[in-house]
Protein backbone atom coordinates (compact mmCIF):
# COMPACT_ATOMS: atom_id res chain seq x y z
CA UNK A 1 0.00 0.00 0.00
CA UNK A 2 1.50 3.54 -0.74
CA UNK A 3 0.56 6.26 1.71
CA UNK A 4 1.60 10.15 0.87
CA UNK A 5 2.56 12.25 3.56
CA UNK A 6 5.31 14.46 2.23
CA UNK A 7 6.84 16.45 -0.47
CA UNK A 8 10.32 17.48 -1.82
CA UNK A 9 11.41 20.29 -4.11
CA UNK A 10 12.61 18.12 -7.54
CA UNK A 11 15.83 18.57 -8.55
CA UNK A 12 16.44 20.59 -11.02
CA UNK A 13 18.55 17.84 -12.96
CA UNK A 14 15.05 14.96 -12.95
CA UNK A 15 12.20 16.25 -15.14
CA UNK A 16 8.74 16.04 -14.51
CA UNK A 17 8.11 12.59 -16.07
CA UNK A 18 11.34 11.08 -14.70
CA UNK A 19 10.03 12.39 -10.77
CA UNK A 20 6.53 10.70 -11.61
CA UNK A 21 7.70 7.40 -13.11
CA UNK A 22 9.63 7.16 -10.12
CA UNK A 23 7.38 8.01 -7.12
CA UNK A 24 5.71 4.62 -6.21
CA UNK A 25 7.93 2.39 -8.17
CA UNK A 26 11.39 4.22 -6.78
CA UNK A 27 9.83 4.58 -3.01
CA UNK A 28 9.01 0.74 -2.87
CA UNK A 29 12.33 -0.55 -3.86
CA UNK A 30 13.98 1.63 -1.46
CA UNK A 31 11.91 0.97 1.37
CA UNK A 32 12.03 -2.80 0.60
CA UNK A 33 15.87 -3.19 -0.02
CA UNK A 34 17.75 -0.21 2.00
CA UNK A 35 15.48 0.18 4.93
CA UNK A 36 13.83 -3.48 5.53
CA UNK A 37 16.19 -5.69 3.68
CA UNK A 38 19.22 -3.52 5.04
CA UNK A 39 21.44 -4.67 1.65
CA UNK A 40 25.02 -4.06 2.05
CA UNK A 41 28.04 -4.36 0.32
CA UNK A 42 28.63 -8.11 -0.10
CA UNK A 43 25.49 -9.57 0.10
CA UNK A 44 23.60 -11.68 -2.52
CA UNK A 45 20.30 -10.70 -3.16
CA UNK A 46 17.34 -12.04 -5.38
CA UNK A 47 14.82 -9.69 -6.80
CA UNK A 48 12.07 -11.52 -8.46
CA UNK A 49 10.03 -9.95 -11.65
CA UNK A 50 13.27 -7.76 -11.88
CA UNK A 51 12.22 -6.20 -15.37
CA UNK A 52 8.85 -4.84 -14.00
CA UNK A 53 8.07 -1.36 -12.25
CA UNK A 54 9.37 -2.07 -8.96
CA UNK A 55 11.91 -4.48 -10.47
CA UNK A 56 13.94 -2.31 -12.55
CA UNK A 57 14.62 0.48 -9.76
CA UNK A 58 15.45 -2.43 -7.23
CA UNK A 59 18.48 -4.14 -9.48
CA UNK A 60 19.52 -0.66 -9.57
CA UNK A 61 19.31 -0.03 -5.72
CA UNK A 62 20.79 -3.13 -5.02
CA UNK A 63 23.75 -3.03 -7.48
CA UNK A 64 24.66 0.54 -5.86
CA UNK A 65 24.57 -0.53 -2.46
CA UNK A 66 27.16 -3.20 -3.47
CA UNK A 67 25.50 -6.87 -2.98
CA UNK A 68 25.57 -9.23 -6.15
CA UNK A 69 22.56 -8.95 -7.43
CA UNK A 70 20.01 -12.01 -9.11
CA UNK A 71 16.79 -11.80 -10.45
CA UNK A 72 14.27 -13.89 -11.88
CA UNK A 73 13.17 -13.01 -15.64
CA UNK A 74 11.96 -13.84 -19.22
CA UNK A 75 15.24 -14.62 -21.60
CA UNK A 76 13.76 -12.19 -23.86
CA UNK A 77 14.41 -9.32 -20.73
CA UNK A 78 17.74 -10.69 -19.54
CA UNK A 79 19.57 -8.47 -21.12
CA UNK A 80 17.55 -5.23 -20.06
CA UNK A 81 17.91 -6.99 -16.17
CA UNK A 82 22.03 -6.58 -16.84
CA UNK A 83 22.22 -3.43 -18.38
CA UNK A 84 20.15 -2.14 -14.96
CA UNK A 85 22.59 -3.95 -12.77
CA UNK A 86 21.53 -7.99 -12.39
CA UNK A 87 24.78 -10.19 -12.10
CA UNK A 88 22.72 -13.24 -13.16
CA UNK A 89 19.51 -13.56 -14.35
CA UNK A 90 17.18 -16.46 -14.03
CA UNK A 91 14.88 -17.20 -16.59
CA UNK A 92 11.99 -18.47 -14.39
CA UNK A 93 9.97 -20.07 -17.38
CA UNK A 94 13.12 -22.86 -17.72
CA UNK A 95 14.40 -22.59 -14.46
CA UNK A 96 13.89 -22.82 -10.89
CA UNK A 97 15.20 -19.98 -8.20
CA UNK A 98 15.25 -22.79 -5.80
CA UNK A 99 17.92 -24.91 -7.79
CA UNK A 100 20.73 -25.81 -5.24
CA UNK A 101 23.51 -23.31 -4.42
CA UNK A 102 21.89 -20.33 -4.84
CA UNK A 103 21.42 -19.18 -1.76
CA UNK A 104 20.76 -15.31 -0.63
CA UNK A 105 21.13 -12.53 2.20
CA UNK A 106 17.62 -11.22 1.13
CA UNK A 107 15.18 -11.44 -1.31
CA UNK A 108 12.98 -8.98 -2.55
CA UNK A 109 9.43 -10.56 -3.41
CA UNK A 110 6.89 -8.99 -5.42
CA UNK A 111 4.78 -11.78 -7.15
CA UNK A 112 3.52 -13.71 -3.81
CA UNK A 113 1.64 -16.75 -3.32
CA UNK A 114 4.04 -19.71 -3.60
CA UNK A 115 7.16 -17.79 -5.16
CA UNK A 116 6.83 -15.83 -1.41
CA UNK A 117 6.90 -19.60 0.24
CA UNK A 118 9.71 -20.57 -2.11
CA UNK A 119 12.04 -17.79 -1.59
CA UNK A 120 12.28 -18.44 2.05
CA UNK A 121 13.68 -21.53 1.64
CA UNK A 122 16.67 -20.30 -0.65
CA UNK A 123 17.45 -17.79 2.36
CA UNK A 124 20.59 -17.91 4.45
CA UNK A 125 20.09 -18.16 8.13
CA UNK A 126 19.41 -15.03 9.60
CA UNK A 127 18.40 -13.36 6.07
CA UNK A 128 15.77 -11.09 5.46
CA UNK A 129 12.32 -12.15 2.84
CA UNK A 130 11.14 -8.75 2.05
CA UNK A 131 7.61 -8.46 0.31
CA UNK A 132 5.36 -6.21 -1.24
CA UNK A 133 2.69 -7.82 -3.92
CA UNK A 134 -1.10 -8.25 -4.12
CA UNK A 135 -0.72 -12.19 -4.24
CA UNK A 136 -2.01 -13.87 -0.77
CA UNK A 137 1.11 -14.62 1.91
CA UNK A 138 0.96 -17.13 4.35
CA UNK A 139 3.34 -17.44 7.08
CA UNK A 140 6.73 -18.94 6.13
CA UNK A 141 7.37 -22.12 8.12
CA UNK A 142 11.31 -21.08 9.01
CA UNK A 143 11.66 -19.10 12.15
CA UNK A 144 15.63 -18.30 11.18
CA UNK A 145 14.74 -15.91 8.99
CA UNK A 146 13.02 -12.70 9.13
CA UNK A 147 9.63 -12.06 7.12
CA UNK A 148 8.60 -8.16 6.54
CA UNK A 149 5.82 -6.00 4.79
CA UNK A 150 6.91 -3.81 2.83
CA UNK A 151 4.93 -0.31 3.64
CA UNK A 152 5.15 2.21 1.08
CA UNK A 153 4.76 5.63 2.97
CA UNK A 154 6.18 9.04 0.79
CA UNK A 155 8.10 11.05 3.28
CA UNK A 156 10.74 13.88 2.41
CA UNK A 157 13.25 11.63 3.12
CA UNK A 158 12.63 9.04 1.52
CA UNK A 159 11.78 10.86 -1.72
CA UNK A 160 14.73 13.17 -1.97
CA UNK A 161 17.49 9.83 -1.12
CA UNK A 162 15.78 8.99 -4.74
CA UNK A 163 15.52 12.11 -6.47
CA UNK A 164 19.04 12.54 -5.55
CA UNK A 165 20.45 9.14 -7.32
CA UNK A 166 18.27 10.66 -10.20
CA UNK A 167 19.97 13.61 -10.54
CA UNK A 168 23.54 12.30 -9.74
CA UNK A 169 22.68 10.10 -12.87
CA UNK A 170 23.16 6.87 -10.52
CA UNK A 171 19.82 5.68 -10.92
CA UNK A 172 18.01 5.60 -14.11
CA UNK A 173 14.05 5.63 -14.61
CA UNK A 174 13.29 3.05 -16.92
CA UNK A 175 10.46 4.20 -19.23
CA UNK A 176 9.47 1.64 -21.59
CA UNK A 177 6.23 3.72 -23.44
CA UNK A 178 4.79 6.76 -23.11
CA UNK A 179 0.88 7.29 -23.93
CA UNK A 180 -1.11 10.80 -24.26
CA UNK A 181 -4.07 10.78 -21.71
CA UNK A 182 -6.65 9.83 -24.26
CA UNK A 183 -4.77 6.30 -25.32
CA UNK A 184 -4.79 5.81 -21.04
CA UNK A 185 -6.57 2.34 -22.64
CA UNK A 186 -4.03 1.41 -24.61
CA UNK A 187 -1.35 1.98 -21.41
CA UNK A 188 -3.03 -0.10 -19.10
CA UNK A 189 -3.97 -3.22 -21.57
CA UNK A 190 0.23 -2.99 -21.79
CA UNK A 191 0.80 -2.95 -18.27
CA UNK A 192 -1.93 -5.85 -17.56
CA UNK A 193 -0.24 -8.16 -20.67
CA UNK A 194 2.54 -8.37 -18.00
CA UNK A 195 5.11 -8.01 -20.22
CA UNK A 196 5.86 -4.62 -20.06
CA UNK A 197 9.36 -3.18 -18.70
CA UNK A 198 10.16 -0.53 -16.33
CA UNK A 199 7.34 1.70 -16.05
CA UNK A 200 4.42 2.72 -18.32
CA UNK A 201 4.25 6.96 -18.47
CA UNK A 202 0.69 8.46 -19.22
CA UNK A 203 1.26 12.46 -20.55
CA UNK A 204 -1.47 15.03 -19.90
CA UNK A 205 -0.34 17.34 -23.11
Not at 44 to 49: G, Q, S, W
Not at 122 to 140: E, I, Q, T
Request: proline share 4%; glycine share 8%; net charge positive.
Amino acid sequence: MFQAHSSCVIPPEVSLEDAAAAGVAGLSAWIALVENAQVAAGQRVLIHAGAGGVGSFALQIAALRGAEVWTTCSARNADWCHALGAFKTIDYTKQSFTAPGQIFDAVLDTIGGPVHRASSEVLKPGGRLVYLNADPVHPVARKDVTVIATDVRATQKRLLAVLTLIAQGRLKVPIEARFPLARAAEAYELSRSGHSRGKILLTMA
